[in-house]
Protein backbone atom coordinates (compact mmCIF):
# COMPACT_ATOMS: atom_id res chain seq x y z
CA UNK A 1 0.00 0.00 0.00
CA UNK A 2 0.99 3.60 -0.48
CA UNK A 3 1.57 6.11 2.28
CA UNK A 4 -0.64 8.14 2.76
CA UNK A 5 0.58 12.04 1.56
CA UNK A 6 1.18 14.39 3.88
CA UNK A 7 -0.53 17.52 3.89
CA UNK A 8 1.54 20.49 4.34
CA UNK A 9 0.17 23.17 6.52
CA UNK A 10 -0.10 26.76 5.72
CA UNK A 11 2.26 28.47 6.44
CA UNK A 12 0.39 32.04 6.45
CA UNK A 13 -1.33 30.21 9.54
CA UNK A 14 1.32 29.49 12.15
CA UNK A 15 4.70 30.34 13.05
CA UNK A 16 7.66 27.88 12.00
CA UNK A 17 11.07 27.03 12.76
CA UNK A 18 11.99 28.68 9.70
CA UNK A 19 10.60 32.06 10.82
CA UNK A 20 12.27 32.70 13.94
CA UNK A 21 15.84 33.90 12.28
CA UNK A 22 13.74 36.26 10.29
CA UNK A 23 11.48 37.61 13.43
CA UNK A 24 14.51 38.02 15.17
CA UNK A 25 16.48 39.72 12.41
CA UNK A 26 19.00 37.72 12.10
CA UNK A 27 18.24 35.87 9.12
CA UNK A 28 20.36 36.21 5.89
CA UNK A 29 17.47 35.81 3.59
CA UNK A 30 14.52 37.80 4.62
CA UNK A 31 13.89 40.27 7.41
CA UNK A 32 10.86 40.86 9.20
CA UNK A 33 9.02 42.99 6.95
CA UNK A 34 9.21 40.18 4.29
CA UNK A 35 7.88 38.05 6.59
CA UNK A 36 5.47 39.84 7.67
CA UNK A 37 3.84 40.56 4.06
CA UNK A 38 4.21 36.47 3.54
CA UNK A 39 2.45 35.75 6.42
CA UNK A 40 -0.91 38.33 5.58
CA UNK A 41 -0.50 37.17 1.67
CA UNK A 42 0.31 40.41 0.36
CA UNK A 43 3.93 38.86 -1.02
CA UNK A 44 4.46 35.59 -2.61
CA UNK A 45 8.05 34.43 -2.76
CA UNK A 46 8.75 33.49 -6.57
CA UNK A 47 10.49 29.66 -6.70
CA UNK A 48 12.48 29.97 -9.52
CA UNK A 49 13.89 26.63 -11.13
CA UNK A 50 17.35 27.15 -9.46
CA UNK A 51 15.98 27.82 -6.16
CA UNK A 52 13.55 24.09 -6.78
CA UNK A 53 16.78 22.69 -7.22
CA UNK A 54 18.31 23.62 -4.12
CA UNK A 55 15.39 22.64 -1.91
CA UNK A 56 14.57 19.01 -3.82
CA UNK A 57 18.41 18.82 -3.46
CA UNK A 58 18.12 19.70 0.30
CA UNK A 59 15.34 16.74 0.71
CA UNK A 60 17.13 13.92 -1.26
CA UNK A 61 19.85 14.54 0.79
CA UNK A 62 18.46 14.61 4.25
CA UNK A 63 18.07 10.19 4.53
CA UNK A 64 21.87 10.25 3.71
CA UNK A 65 23.18 12.37 6.39
CA UNK A 66 20.55 11.30 8.49
CA UNK A 67 22.03 7.46 7.71
CA UNK A 68 26.17 9.22 7.98
CA UNK A 69 25.26 10.85 11.24
CA UNK A 70 23.64 7.44 13.12
CA UNK A 71 26.91 5.81 12.06
CA UNK A 72 29.29 8.44 12.99
CA UNK A 73 27.53 8.58 16.09
CA UNK A 74 27.51 4.47 16.58
CA UNK A 75 31.36 4.41 15.51
CA UNK A 76 32.34 6.57 18.67
CA UNK A 77 30.61 3.93 21.13
CA UNK A 78 26.87 5.35 21.00
CA UNK A 79 24.12 3.47 21.65
CA UNK A 80 21.83 5.37 18.48
CA UNK A 81 18.02 4.60 17.69
CA UNK A 82 15.94 6.72 15.10
CA UNK A 83 12.33 7.30 16.74
CA UNK A 84 10.81 9.95 14.89
CA UNK A 85 11.25 11.44 11.32
CA UNK A 86 9.61 14.89 10.05
CA UNK A 87 7.06 14.85 12.95
CA UNK A 88 4.93 18.03 13.23
CA UNK A 89 4.22 19.39 16.39
CA UNK A 90 2.61 22.44 17.59
CA UNK A 91 2.54 24.70 21.04
CA UNK A 92 0.16 23.73 23.72
CA UNK A 93 -0.79 27.33 25.14
CA UNK A 94 -0.29 28.97 21.60
CA UNK A 95 -1.59 27.00 18.64
CA UNK A 96 0.33 29.06 15.96
CA UNK A 97 3.52 28.16 16.95
CA UNK A 98 4.88 25.34 15.45
CA UNK A 99 7.43 23.07 14.70
CA UNK A 100 8.71 20.21 12.54
CA UNK A 101 11.46 17.99 13.41
CA UNK A 102 13.82 16.76 11.10
CA UNK A 103 14.62 13.54 13.20
CA UNK A 104 14.24 12.64 16.59
CA UNK A 105 16.60 10.38 18.49
CA UNK A 106 17.66 8.35 21.29
CA UNK A 107 21.28 8.53 22.13
CA UNK A 108 22.41 6.55 25.35
CA UNK A 109 18.96 6.51 26.44
CA UNK A 110 18.51 10.26 25.96
CA UNK A 111 16.27 11.94 23.50
CA UNK A 112 17.19 14.85 21.02
CA UNK A 113 15.92 16.91 18.81
CA UNK A 114 17.09 16.54 15.28
CA UNK A 115 18.63 19.24 12.53
CA UNK A 116 20.21 18.35 9.35
CA UNK A 117 21.47 20.90 6.93
CA UNK A 118 23.35 20.55 3.83
CA UNK A 119 26.11 23.75 3.30
CA UNK A 120 27.86 24.56 0.13
CA UNK A 121 31.83 24.29 0.75
CA UNK A 122 31.87 28.35 0.75
CA UNK A 123 29.47 28.61 3.78
CA UNK A 124 31.40 26.63 5.31
CA UNK A 125 33.48 28.94 7.48
CA UNK A 126 30.14 30.08 9.15
CA UNK A 127 30.21 26.60 11.19
CA UNK A 128 32.44 26.24 14.00
CA UNK A 129 34.40 23.05 14.70
CA UNK A 130 32.53 20.21 15.24
CA UNK A 131 31.26 19.34 18.76
CA UNK A 132 30.75 22.73 19.51
CA UNK A 133 27.73 24.93 19.54
CA UNK A 134 29.19 27.15 17.09
CA UNK A 135 26.62 27.20 14.62
CA UNK A 136 25.65 30.19 12.29
CA UNK A 137 22.94 31.55 14.32
CA UNK A 138 19.77 31.82 11.95
CA UNK A 139 19.92 27.75 12.60
CA UNK A 140 20.53 27.93 16.19
CA UNK A 141 17.38 29.93 16.64
CA UNK A 142 15.46 27.31 14.56
CA UNK A 143 16.95 24.84 16.77
CA UNK A 144 16.03 26.86 20.46
CA UNK A 145 12.19 27.31 18.33
CA UNK A 146 11.91 23.29 18.40
CA UNK A 147 12.90 22.86 21.89
CA UNK A 148 10.38 25.48 23.15
CA UNK A 149 7.90 23.45 21.53
CA UNK A 150 9.36 19.41 21.39
CA UNK A 151 11.22 20.24 25.37
CA UNK A 152 14.48 18.13 25.43
CA UNK A 153 17.67 19.43 27.19
CA UNK A 154 19.85 18.85 24.14
CA UNK A 155 19.64 19.18 20.17
CA UNK A 156 21.59 17.63 17.60
CA UNK A 157 22.64 19.65 14.41
CA UNK A 158 24.09 17.19 11.51
CA UNK A 159 25.76 19.40 8.91
CA UNK A 160 26.51 18.27 5.32
CA UNK A 161 29.49 20.09 3.87
CA UNK A 162 30.01 19.53 0.30
CA UNK A 163 29.61 15.79 0.04
CA UNK A 164 31.74 14.39 2.85
CA UNK A 165 32.28 16.91 5.34
CA UNK A 166 30.26 16.09 8.10
CA UNK A 167 30.22 17.84 11.29
CA UNK A 168 28.29 17.10 14.21
CA UNK A 169 27.29 19.99 16.63
CA UNK A 170 25.48 19.59 20.14
CA UNK A 171 23.02 22.65 21.51
CA UNK A 172 21.86 22.69 25.24
CA UNK A 173 18.23 23.79 25.88
CA UNK A 174 18.71 27.55 27.01
CA UNK A 175 15.59 28.64 28.81
CA UNK A 176 16.29 32.23 29.28
CA UNK A 177 16.76 32.25 25.29
CA UNK A 178 13.84 30.38 24.24
CA UNK A 179 11.21 33.16 26.59
CA UNK A 180 12.62 35.79 24.41
CA UNK A 181 12.13 34.12 21.13
CA UNK A 182 8.84 33.46 22.30
CA UNK A 183 8.23 36.73 23.37
CA UNK A 184 9.17 37.96 20.40
CA UNK A 185 7.52 35.68 18.18
CA UNK A 186 4.10 36.25 20.01
CA UNK A 187 4.63 39.96 19.27
CA UNK A 188 5.47 39.56 16.04
CA UNK A 189 2.17 36.98 15.29
CA UNK A 190 -0.16 40.42 17.16
CA UNK A 191 1.64 42.30 14.46
CA UNK A 192 0.02 39.47 12.20
CA UNK A 193 -3.72 39.88 13.68
CA UNK A 194 -3.54 43.69 13.77
CA UNK A 195 -1.94 44.37 10.18
CA UNK A 196 0.37 46.67 12.17
CA UNK A 197 3.80 45.57 9.82
CA UNK A 198 7.12 46.27 10.84
CA UNK A 199 9.54 48.97 9.65
CA UNK A 200 11.05 47.90 6.68
CA UNK A 201 14.81 47.64 7.34
CA UNK A 202 16.62 47.45 4.07
CA UNK A 203 16.72 48.43 0.24
CA UNK A 204 14.50 45.63 -0.85
CA UNK A 205 11.57 46.52 1.84
CA UNK A 206 11.82 50.05 0.77
CA UNK A 207 11.67 48.66 -3.13
CA UNK A 208 8.79 46.55 -2.68
CA UNK A 209 7.05 48.83 -0.43
CA UNK A 210 7.19 51.97 -2.55
CA UNK A 211 7.03 50.63 -6.51
CA UNK A 212 5.75 53.41 -7.88
CA UNK A 213 5.65 57.25 -7.11
CA UNK A 214 2.24 58.93 -6.65
CA UNK A 215 3.38 61.99 -8.90
CA UNK A 216 3.52 64.72 -6.22
CA UNK A 217 5.97 66.62 -4.67
CA UNK A 218 6.66 66.89 -0.50
CA UNK A 219 8.49 69.86 1.37
CA UNK A 220 11.36 68.03 3.17
CA UNK A 221 12.19 69.68 6.69
CA UNK A 222 15.21 70.31 8.03
CA UNK A 223 16.39 66.78 9.27
CA UNK A 224 15.79 65.05 5.72
CA UNK A 225 17.57 67.68 3.58
CA UNK A 226 21.06 67.33 5.75
CA UNK A 227 20.50 63.59 4.95
CA UNK A 228 20.44 64.64 1.30
CA UNK A 229 23.20 67.04 1.83
CA UNK A 230 24.87 63.73 3.19
CA UNK A 231 24.39 61.62 0.61
CA UNK A 232 25.64 64.28 -2.21
CA UNK A 233 28.60 64.32 -0.38
CA UNK A 234 29.36 60.63 -0.12
CA UNK A 235 28.23 59.85 -3.34
CA UNK A 236 31.15 62.65 -4.70
CA UNK A 237 33.73 61.50 -2.46
CA UNK A 238 32.79 58.13 -3.59
CA UNK A 239 33.42 59.16 -7.20
CA UNK A 240 36.50 60.46 -6.08
CA UNK A 241 37.84 57.42 -4.66
CA UNK A 242 36.73 54.77 -7.11
CA UNK A 243 38.92 57.31 -9.86
CA UNK A 244 42.04 57.29 -7.25
CA UNK A 245 41.49 53.34 -6.81
CA UNK A 246 41.45 52.89 -11.11
CA UNK A 247 44.48 55.35 -11.73
CA UNK A 248 46.57 52.82 -8.63
CA UNK A 249 45.29 49.67 -10.51
CA UNK A 250 45.94 51.24 -14.06
CA UNK A 251 49.66 52.29 -13.08
CA UNK A 252 50.33 48.70 -11.24
CA UNK A 253 49.24 46.79 -14.18
CA UNK A 254 51.17 48.96 -16.80
CA UNK A 255 54.26 47.89 -14.68
CA UNK A 256 53.17 43.89 -14.28
CA UNK A 257 52.62 44.13 -18.29
CA UNK A 258 52.14 40.36 -19.19
CA UNK A 259 53.09 39.20 -15.85
CA UNK A 260 50.28 37.06 -14.67
CA UNK A 261 51.74 37.36 -10.72
CA UNK A 262 53.30 40.45 -8.74
CA UNK A 263 55.95 38.97 -6.10
CA UNK A 264 57.21 41.27 -3.50
CA UNK A 265 60.04 39.40 -1.89
CA UNK A 266 59.14 35.97 -2.82
CA UNK A 267 55.30 36.35 -1.47
CA UNK A 268 52.68 37.17 -4.09
CA UNK A 269 51.16 40.59 -4.23
CA UNK A 270 48.86 40.74 -6.98
CA UNK A 271 47.35 38.86 -9.70
CA UNK A 272 46.55 39.68 -13.13
CA UNK A 273 45.56 35.92 -15.19
CA UNK A 274 42.92 35.41 -18.18
CA UNK A 275 39.89 33.59 -17.32
CA UNK A 276 38.96 30.31 -19.18
CA UNK A 277 37.66 31.44 -22.35
CA UNK A 278 34.05 31.14 -22.61
CA UNK A 279 31.34 30.78 -26.08
CA UNK A 280 28.68 33.03 -25.48
CA UNK A 281 24.95 33.12 -28.17
CA UNK A 282 23.46 35.93 -28.80
CA UNK A 283 19.76 34.15 -28.76
CA UNK A 284 17.81 37.38 -29.13
CA UNK A 285 20.06 37.86 -32.32
CA UNK A 286 19.66 34.38 -33.73
CA UNK A 287 15.69 34.38 -32.66
CA UNK A 288 15.30 37.44 -34.97
CA UNK A 289 17.28 35.66 -37.63
CA UNK A 290 14.48 33.53 -38.11
CA UNK A 291 12.06 36.02 -39.54
CA UNK A 292 9.07 36.10 -36.37
CA UNK A 293 6.09 37.49 -37.03
CA UNK A 294 4.83 40.50 -34.42
CA UNK A 295 2.23 38.41 -33.51
CA UNK A 296 4.90 35.61 -32.68
CA UNK A 297 6.71 38.01 -30.90
CA UNK A 298 3.92 39.58 -29.05
CA UNK A 299 3.06 35.68 -27.51
CA UNK A 300 6.02 36.05 -25.55
CA UNK A 301 6.25 39.49 -24.31
CA UNK A 302 5.48 40.54 -20.08
CA UNK A 303 5.19 44.26 -19.59
CA UNK A 304 7.58 44.70 -16.39
CA UNK A 305 6.67 47.93 -14.38
CA UNK A 306 9.34 50.24 -14.53
CA UNK A 307 12.39 51.03 -12.41
CA UNK A 308 12.26 53.51 -9.67
CA UNK A 309 16.12 55.11 -10.09
CA UNK A 310 16.83 57.31 -7.09
CA UNK A 311 18.73 60.79 -7.58
CA UNK A 312 20.00 63.12 -5.43
CA UNK A 313 19.61 66.76 -7.10
Not at 134 to 155: C, D, F, N, S
Not at 222 to 246: N, R, S, T, W, Y
Amino acid sequence: MNAPERVMPDRKQLIGGSDVAAILGVSKWKTPFQLYQEKIGAFVEEITPEKQKVFDRGHRWEPVVIEMMVDELKSRGHDVEIIARNERYQDPECSFLACEIDVELRIDEEELNGEIKTVHPFAAKEWGEPETDEVPIYYAAQVMHGLMIKPRRRAIVAALIGADDLRIHFLERDDETIAGIRTQEIEFWQRIQNRNPPEPTDPVDVKWLYQRDGGTAIEADDELALLCQQLKDMKADAKALDGHIELLATKIKARMGTAATLLYRGKPLATWKNNKDSATTDWKAAYLDLGPTARHCASFTTTKPGSRPFIVK
